[in-house]
């Protein structure tokens, strides 16, 4: 039972279920919770800046957003050090194997040999999933700063949408589909 709290389909069904019966402050208040336990919830984040939006609450659809940016960024900064990490444990232990290649005998040798082999195997699955890991985690958070600069631009206009995007350009990670939201934004808005 513990456990269903990291569902975010059920922190969202309780936040409609209670809008549905007229108890806003408990639909916000399950809104809230469900994005505590679930920090990367596209789900909970996009109901809760929708519905603080609709109540004319932009601080906290910003506040929203942001939070989702943040978290998203604090995943790709462990993914790399974990890349990593995984990457400096195999060089460890090709560096070792180096070392006692100077004194073994054939038999050993080709086991050491067959082994560094493996290991750049090892590495090279690593580096390819750290680089579709990466780039997911790049969309993912591409479209976060495209909703955020989308509902600035329907708030605030047009100055405050650039300003979310001059901010956007400079994080990391980030696909080329910002510029293209931006292009978009600015297009629609007759400058």
């Given at each position: 039972m513990m456990n269903m709290r990291?569902?975010?389909?059920?922190w969202y069904s309780a936040g409609e279920y209670a809008k549905l019966q007229g108890r806003e402050s408990d639909a916000i208040e399950y809104m809230k919770n469900g994005i505590k336990a679930n920090k990367l919830s596209f789900l909970l984040h996009y109901q809760f800046?929708?519905?603080?939006?609709?109540?004319?609450?932009?601080s906290e659809v910003r506040n929203t957003l942001e939070s989702l940016i943040a978290n998203l960024s604090q995943e790709y900064e462990k993914m790399n050090k974990m890349a990593e990490f995984m990457t400096?444990?195999?060089?460890a232990e090709d560096?070792?194997?180096?070392?006692?290649?100077?004194?073994?005998?054939?038999?050993?040798?080709d086991v050491i040999l067959e082994r560094q082999a493996r290991r750049r195997g090892q590495k090279d699955?690593?580096?390819?999933?750290?680089?579709?890991?990466v780039e997911t985690i790049a969309s993912?958070?591409?479209?976060?700063?495209?909703?955020?600069?989308?509902?600035?631009?329907?708030?605030?206009?047009i100055k405050s949408a650039?300003?979310?995007?001059?901010?956007?350009?400079?994080?990391?990670?980030?696909?080329h589909?910002?510029?293209?939201?931006s292009g978009i934004l600015v297009l629609r808005s007759g400058f």
């Open positions: 990291f569902y975010p389909e059920i800046a929708e519905n603080e939006e609709s109540n004319h609450r932009i400096l444990q195999l060089d560096e070792a194997d180096g070392k006692l290649l100077a004194e073994a005998s054939k038999e050993e040798w699955v690593i580096k390819r999933e750290h680089e579709m890991r993912e958070t591409t479209n976060v700063w495209i909703s955020l600069m989308q509902a600035m631009r329907r708030a605030e206009g650039r300003q979310i995007f001059a901010k956007a350009r400079k994080a990391r990670p980030l696909s589909h910002i510029f293209v939201a």
